[in-house]
Each structure stands twice: as C-alpha cells, then as structure tokens.
C-alpha cells in the first residue's frame, strides 16, 4: 500500500472517495469538488497530492511558458465592473489610447526580443471604430505574418460586433481572417449570473460568454478559459464555474488552458469604496493552493494544461503551485497592465532565463511553448537554463510602465484622433 493510500484511509470519507474516483480517471461531481473547496488539513494535503499526481500522469515533469508582450491599447471603458482598477471614464485626464502605429512598434519589439504571442487587450472605449480589432490585426500581421496574435476577450467581440452592427458569428470570422489566431477567455470572473450583477453589473451575461467561446470554437479560434476568484464566491460557486467549463470543453474542445486569476483587491473599486458587503481581500494562500488544486481534479480528462498566473501569485506562490497540480507558467508579458492597476507588486515583465530557473528549481524541466502549446525548445540540460536571450538582456524600464503611460500627453485619449473615428 502506498502512502496515499494509507492516508486516504484515515481521511474523511466523502473527500476520500472523491479523491480516489479522480485518482480511477474519472471525473468529480460539483458536490465533490465543493468538498475539496472546503477542505482543511490532512484532506487539503491529499487534494494537493493527488492533483500533482493526476498532472504528472497527464503531461509528465515539463512545465511550459511562452514568450510573449501584453499590449492593453487603451484603458477607457464605458463600463464600470467593480473589480476594475484599469479602466477610465473618456473624460479622465489618465485615460489613454494607443494609436494602431504604436501597437504594431511595440509587436515589432517584442518579435525583436523573441516573443511569439502578443496578447492585444483593452477597455471599451464609447463610439469605437467597428472594424478597429479587424484593423489593428491586418495592421500588426502586415509587418509580423508569424506573429501568433492572442486578443479581444468574448466582452470585447460582443462589442466589436454591436459597433459594426455584425453578427457575432460573422465578426469572429473576420477576425480570423484579419490575423487573430486565438482568444483570451478573461471576462468570465464568476460564471454565475447573480453573483456578476453584483460584482459587475452590465458586464457580459453568462449566457453570452457562453456563446461567444462556443462560436469561437467552431470557428476553429482556440481561446484560453479564467477564473477570478477570492471576492464573495462561495465554494459552489467555485465548483459550478469550473463544470460549467469542462461541459463545453467536452462539447468543443477548444480550450487550450485553464488560468485562475486571484482577486487583487488593492486599488479595486469595490472593495476601496466599500460598495459590495462582505468582499474578501482576495484569497489567502490555502486557497489559492487548492483552487489550482481542484481545478487539476475537475479539469484532467478535458483541459490538460493549468496555468499560473505569477502577475497575481509571485514568485514564490507559483513555484509552489507547480507542485498543486499547474504545469504552465504563463509568459513574460513584458507589459502588464491591469493587474498592475488594481495593485498587484509582482511587476509587468518576468524574464525566461527568471522563469528557468524557478521551474527548474521546482524539480522540473522548463520548455519554451507557443500559444497552442506547440513544443518550441526543451531545456533538457541545466546548463542552458542560464543562456540569456535578446529579453533577457533588456532592460524592463526601456518598456515603459502602466503608472507611466497614464501620464503622458503623447497617448492621451482626449487627444487621439484614432479614439474619436
């Protein structure tokens, strides 16, 4: 008998049985994972265990990152989700717009520094150009035809599709052909109608998040799918999201990765002003552990690949989490935005030699990916862990920041002949 059997036997018997049905292949109900959610001591340790079991089995001792750039173009939103410390009135002195010249220079820096991805996302700004996602695609593939270009949330394709009076359908295929080749899944927080008029009222409904990763799907557009977590969810709600995920990807299989995003409450309207009762902090260290851990469990037979998100955990937190069931370390980012806003400290920029070297010191073998996961170099040898590539040399300030970028007259919204069309 080995130890997690023997330590299985003196758990309590509900997380147990659980435990052993995901350990058997098969997949846990919600209630189970609401169990797993709950947990505390010996029964949290097993969840970890067996989560670090169940990724070792799956997709072996790699953990994989990407190199990539963050490009938040603009921060001024016509919406105000209680979360967000990003976005801007369009009357704000801080709210700025980058006009599409200077998204494709920062692309061309980032292919110039070895990056693969640029992650294009940003807020609503009102009276938007229909076709300005269309445009800044063609406008950064027409310099960059290899650049894999991850962008615009389900929120922002619904947007994109009202202001060009397009069906969604249509305008996902547009978007494919102007040079998007995957979606982020972010505006998902709680998937959860009542609790999202709660802690974002007018933002996208469930139902058209839904829809908008499904019509994604079938259109062959892979998107990645989030949660935001450490606010006021409960443990079923928790759960219920992360089945609510695993049903469409048994129906599409699009997904490509699981990310859980902790809440950072820093700067966070709703949690500065006071205006939801009984929010959280954001989640303390146990759960972030077995969030990734139970996500590990529910989520094995669909999504493969669980990601840290070392802009919401740091360092530490998410070496630790590779031993909790995660096997993806995210990227470089190089410029990150919103959760710098809502008052994350664990910078915008996190070089591949730093991300090496944690993966390796983890007991792990790092390799370099691409958005879909393609295997683009493995560091067998830990020698070529320290190899310092053209991002590794740079330094971050040459990149400017999210505190610096409010303030300067040369993006300012109000005076952006692009943020006006």
Same mark, same amino acid.
């Given at each position: 008998?080995?130890?997690?059997?023997s330590?299985?036997?003196?758990?309590?018997?509900?997380?147990?049985?659980?435990l052993?049905?995901?350990?058997?292949?098969?997949?846990?109900s919600?209630?189970?994972?609401?169990?797993?959610?709950?947990?505390?001591?010996l029964?949290?340790?097993?969840?970890?265990?067996?989560?670090?079991?169940l990724?070792r089995r799956?997709?072996?001792?790699?953990?994989?990152?990407?190199?990539?750039?963050?490009?938040?173009f603009?921060?001024v939103?016509?919406?105000q989700?209680?979360?967000?410390a990003?976005?801007?009135?369009?009357?704000?002195?801080?709210g700025y717009?980058?006009p599409?010249?200077?998204?494709?220079r920062?692309?061309?820096?980032?292919?110039g520094?070895?990056?693969?991805?640029?992650?294009?996302?940003a807020?609503?700004p009102?009276?938007?150009?229909?076709?300005?996602?269309?445009?800044?695609?063609?406008a950064?593939k027409?310099e960059?035809?290899?650049?894999?270009?991850h962008?615009?949330?389900?929120?922002?394709?619904?947007?994109g599709?009202?202001?060009?009076?397009?069906?969604?359908?249509?305008?996902?295929?547009?978007?494919?052909?102007?040079?998007? *080749?995957?979606? #982020?899944g972010?505006? !998902?927080?709680i998937?959860?109608q009542?609790?999202?008029d709660?802690?974002?009222p007018? %933002? =996208?409904s469930?139902?058209?998040?839904?829809?908008?990763?499904k019509?994604?799907?079938?259109?062959?557009?892979p998107t990645?799918?989030?949660?935001?977590?450490?606010h006021?969810?409960t443990?079923?709600?928790?759960?219920?999201?992360?089945?609510l995920l695993?049903?469409?990807?048994?129906?599409?299989h699009?997904?490509?990765?699981f990310?859980?995003?902790s809440?950072v409450?820093?700067e966070a309207?709703?949690?500065?002003? *006071?205006?939801? #009762?009984n929010i959280? !902090?954001g989640?303390?260290?146990?759960e972030?552990i077995?969030?990734?851990?139970?996500? %590990? =469990?529910?989520?094995n037979?669909?999504?493969?690949?669980?990601?840290v998100?070392w802009?919401?955990?740091?360092?530490r937190?998410?070496?630790?989490?590779l031993a909790?069931?995660?096997?993806?370390f995210?990227g470089?980012l190089?410029?990150?935005?919103?959760s710098?806003?809502?008052?994350?400290?664990?910078?915008?920029?996190?070089?591949?030699?730093?991300?090496r070297?944690?993966?390796?010191?983890?007991?792990?073998?790092?390799?370099?990916?691409?958005?879909?996961?393609r295997?683009?170099k493995v560091?067998?040898?830990e020698?070529e862990?320290?190899?310092?590539?053209?991002?590794?040399?740079?330094?971050a300030s040459?990149?400017g920041?999210?505190?610096?970028?409010?303030k300067?007259?040369?993006?300012?919204?109000?005076?952006n002949?692009?943020a006006?069309?």
């Amino acid at each position: 008998m080995s130890m997690l059997d023997s330590l299985l036997k003196r758990a309590d018997p509900v997380v147990a049985a659980a435990l052993e049905r995901a350990l058997s292949g098969k997949d846990i109900s919600v209630d189970e994972a609401v169990a797993l959610f709950d947990s505390t001591g010996l029964e949290m340790n097993l969840a970890v265990m067996v989560a670090d079991e169940l990724r070792r089995r799956t997709v072996g001792d790699d953990v994989t990152y990407v190199i990539n750039r963050n490009i938040n173009f603009t921060n001024v939103c016509i919406k105000q989700c209680g979360f967000c410390a990003f976005s801007r009135d369009f009357r704000e002195e801080e709210g700025y717009f980058l006009p599409t010249e200077e998204i494709v220079r920062r692309a061309k820096e980032a292919a110039g520094l070895g990056a693969t991805e640029v992650c294009i996302q940003a807020g609503l700004p009102p009276k938007m150009d229909g076709n300005l996602y269309a445009d800044i695609c063609r406008a950064v593939k027409k310099e960059l035809p290899d650049m894999h270009i991850h962008a615009f949330s389900p929120e922002e394709v619904m947007y994109g599709a009202i202001r060009s009076e397009t069906p969604v359908p249509e305008y996902l295929k547009a978007l494919k052909e102007a040079g998007v *080749g995957s979606l #982020p899944g972010t505006a !998902a927080e709680i998937l959860d109608q009542s609790l999202r008029d709660i802690i974002s009222p007018g %933002r =996208i409904s469930v139902q058209d998040w839904v829809a908008v990763i499904k019509q994604a799907h079938t259109l062959g557009i892979p998107t990645t799918s989030t949660i935001m977590y450490g606010h006021v969810e409960t443990s079923r709600h928790k759960a219920e999201h992360i089945a609510l995920l695993r049903e469409i990807q048994k129906e599409t299989h699009g997904f490509t990765e699981f990310v859980p995003l902790s809440f950072v409450h820093t700067e966070a309207p709703m949690y500065s002003h *006071g205006t939801v #009762p009984n929010i959280r !902090a954001g989640a303390d260290g146990n759960e972030v552990i077995k969030m990734h851990a139970v996500a %590990r =469990i529910m989520l094995n037979n669909h999504i493969p690949n669980i990601q840290v998100s070392w802009v919401k955990e740091g360092a530490r937190m998410s070496q630790l989490l590779l031993a909790a069931g995660a096997n993806d370390f995210g990227g470089t980012l190089i410029n990150e935005s919103i959760s710098t806003a809502a008052g994350a400290q664990h910078g915008q920029l996190m070089k591949p030699k730093e991300i090496r070297q944690l993966i390796r010191s983890a007991g792990r073998t790092p390799v370099q990916r691409s958005t879909t996961y393609r295997v683009l170099k493995v560091f067998s040898d830990e020698k070529e862990d320290d190899q310092e590539s053209a991002l590794d040399s740079a330094d971050a300030s040459q990149f400017g920041s999210y505190h610096q970028l409010i303030k300067l007259d040369k993006f300012r919204y109000n005076n952006n002949k692009d943020a006006k069309k």
